[in-house]
């Protein structure tokens, strides 16, 4: 089985994310699967077969299957556009979440997703508690969402991965306004119930960091800076009920997995 390493939402090697891409001809077992994704110990491996005319995507974590990820969607379209479909411009994906249809433009991969919802909920004691500052806003969907008075906090943070264990969501993700012109917002992103203590960039969550600051900025469009140590830029934008995610992408290993 041959597999790519792609650093995700970064033009340089060793920022952005790395999502570990496999294109196959057939599905493998869920458990070998797991247990790629368990090795790589990435916070992403995706595995894609091609259905017909487009391709069915799965996401493995290192503490199991997931509905949906970003950065490894675009890892596996910067895979599939430049090494099995070198002439395409696009690629669309079947998925637990629907149809996902990934454009290239150049350099960047613009990806359409559906939005979370933006469920507003108490802020409590045991947010502070794993955080270590109050936020000012909560809100739910499949992860959720905290929003930090300034920068400077989620820049600082270190939370309580146990006590952060605890909390609703699958994902828990911190925002603030950008401190920098460069950006609009600024965010990271921490998953212990995946066995993930930082996720570097995810271009999941950002289907709910981008309604949340396109409501509060009154803005269609926002370029997004994920500040974990490898870091990572997301172009993103409002389109109703959908999100545009665009990001760079460049390759960093490609080899052969000896497994059967």
């Not at 979440?97 to 507003?120: H, S, W």
């Amino acid at each position: 089985m041959k597999q790519f390493v792609v650093d995700a939402f970064t033009e340089h090697l060793f920022s952005g994310n790395q999502a570990a891409v496999c294109v196959m001809n057939d599905w493998p077992d869920d458990a070998l699967m797991q247990n790629i994704a368990t090795e790589n110990n990435f916070s992403e491996t995706a595995f894609a077969v091609k259905e017909g005319t487009s391709y069915r995507l799965r996401w493995f974590t290192p503490g199991g299957e997931i509905d949906f990820c970003g950065h490894a969607t675009l890892g596996t379209s910067f895979v599939i556009l430049n090494y099995q479909e070198k002439f395409s411009s696009s690629v669309t994906f079947t998925s637990m979440v629907g149809e996902l249809t990934v454009k290239r433009n150049g350099d960047i991969y613009e990806m359409d997703f559906p939005a979370y919802n933006l469920k507003k909920i108490p802020v409590t004691d045991e947010m502070t508690e794993a955080l270590g500052v109050t936020p000012l806003e909560a809100y739910i969907d499949r992860d959720l969402l905290l929003v930090l008075p300034d920068a400077k906090s989620v820049r600082n943070l270190t939370p309580d991965l146990h006590r952060l264990n605890q909390l609703d969501g699958l994902l828990t993700a911190v925002t603030a306004p950008s401190d920098c012109s460069e950006y609009d917002c600024v965010s990271r992103v921490f998953a212990p119930k995946l066995n993930i203590p930082e996720d570097p960039v995810t271009g999941s969550t950002h289907c709910m960091i981008t309604p949340y600051w396109c409501s509060r900025f009154g803005r269609k469009e926002l370029t997004c800076f994920q500040a974990s140590k490898r870091s990572g830029v997301l172009y993103t934008g409002i389109r109703g009920n959908r999100v545009k995610i665009a990001g760079k992408a460049v390759l960093y290993s490609e080899e052969n997995l000896f497994v059967e």
